[in-house]
């Protein structure tokens, strides 16, 4: 066990937990009593029963979200379930309120059902003013995401798609200008098909990204490749530019993720521990860009990444720099969308978050390509795109 392992457990262990509910009203009389609770909340309701949208002026809606998790996929650890959900949920509800001032509750659904949990998710919508769903695996979160946007009148988001695409995308369009490169001529490769590998994919190429490779555990994806679901079939088609335009598909870069990395010049990973090697860098163009942000321990260390050639190493630890991080992201999406009264967050109000992200690094360098988590500015520029 690790320093920092031993020091969690002490601090979980003293607080019991890290979150607790306080009244933000006195309750000292019984006038206090009358006006909080009975008589007087009678006509507060019979007023949010003839106006809905009172409820936003006078309950804890208009800054409250919940964060949905059923543990499936809790960080890279796995599918622990709803209980070992519970404290990894408590510490993203802690950034909300330290960081964007949102007040969020975790709620681990004990079911991994994806009929249920979308049942389950709109009996709750009526107490919150948005949904930041999390750590639910692939592919099922894809279908619940669709449905809960579609079927609810709040926003919703599921971190692990957005969220990371946001930050990824941010940390690309510095690291980029670091290297003096275009987003059209450089070739990606993304390792992990899950659902952060897909949703970054995604948003990367309707950035205007054209040549994407994604490599799952069977390797690189291509069109007519084996034993690939509707989704990954879905991406086939708009990923591995050569295979594209091939009609025999004998172009198409195939093979392990070393025959992927082949001159490519970005790598972008989502998948496991130690997955990127030092020689497979050395495959790639000259002072590659490498994304290695599996947690806790990322595909490679920044030192092994950078003695075999990278330009710039990210992961999605705090102890190293360039930190790609959700937490850049989410207190700023809610933010502003409980501000401005969002009903669904778009592709566009996200794309503009990521550029308004990358813009709070005037300078970038190697070593600086994000801003920090306690940058103060920072949550004001990302909210300010959701709307």
């Known amino acids: 066990m690790t320093p920092i392992e031993q020091a969690a457990l002490d601090l979980h262990r003293k ?39 009172l409820a936003y002026e006078y309950t804890l809606k208009k800054n409250t979200i919940a964060i949905i998790s059923d543990g499936s996929a809790v960080l890279g650890l796995g599918n622990l379930g709803p209980l070992a959900a519970i404290p990894v949920m408590e510490g993203k509800a802690l950034l909300f309120k330290e960081l964007g001032g949102v007040d969020a509750f975790p709620i681990c659904l004990d079911t991994q059902d994806t009929e249920e949990i979308i049942r389950a998710v709109k009996q709750l919508a009526p107490v919150f003013g948005g949904i930041n769903l999390e750590d639910i695996s ?45 987003k059209e001529s450089v070739r990606v490769v993304v390792s992990g098909a ?31 490749r084996d034993g690939l679901n509707p989704i990954k079939e879905k991406l086939a088609k708009l990923t591995n530019l050569a295979c594209l335009r091939d009609q025999d598909d004998t172009a198409c870069i195939k093979g392990s993720l070393a025959d992927a990395l082949k001159g490519a010049d970005i790598f972008i990973g989502v998948s496991v521990a130690g997955a990127l090697k030092p020689e497979l860098i050395k495959l790639m163009n ?67 978050a990521a550029e308004n992200i990358a813009a709070r690094v005037v300078e970038p360098k190697k070593d600086n390509i994000l801003p920090s988590a306690f940058d103060p500015g920072l949550v004001a520029t990302v909210a300010n795109a959701i709307k």
């Open 15 to 53: 607080y019991q937990g890290k979150l607790e509910v306080r009244s933000k009203v006195p309750l000292k009389t019984k006038q206090d009593m009358s006006l909080a609770y009975t008589p007087g909340v009678g006509k507060v309701s019979q007023e949010i029963a003839r106006d809905p949208q």
């Open 138 to 182: 692939s592919p099922r979160c894809f279908e619940i995401l669709e449905r809960l946007r579609n079927e609810l009148s709040i926003p919703v988001i599921h971190d692990d798609q957005q969220g990371t695409a946001v930050v990824v995308l941010a940390a690309l369009i510095n690291a980029l200008k670091v290297k003096g490169q275009k």
């Open 194 to 224: 899950g659902a952060a590998g897909l949703a970054i994919t995604n948003f990367l190429l309707a950035y205007g990204f054209i040549n994407i490779v994604v490599c799952d555990s069977q390797g690189a994806i291509y069109k007519n």
């Open 286 to 352: 000259p002072d590659p860009i490498i994304f290695a942000m599996a947690n806790p321990t990322p595909e490679i260390m920044p030192d092994e990444a950078l003695a075999a050639g990278a330009l710039i190493v990210a992961t999605g630890r705090s102890d190293f720099a360039n930190q790609i991080n959700n937490v850049l992201a989410f207190p700023g999406i809610f933010r502003g969308a409980l501000d401005n009264k969002v009903v669904k967050i778009t592709d566009k109000m996200l794309t503009k």
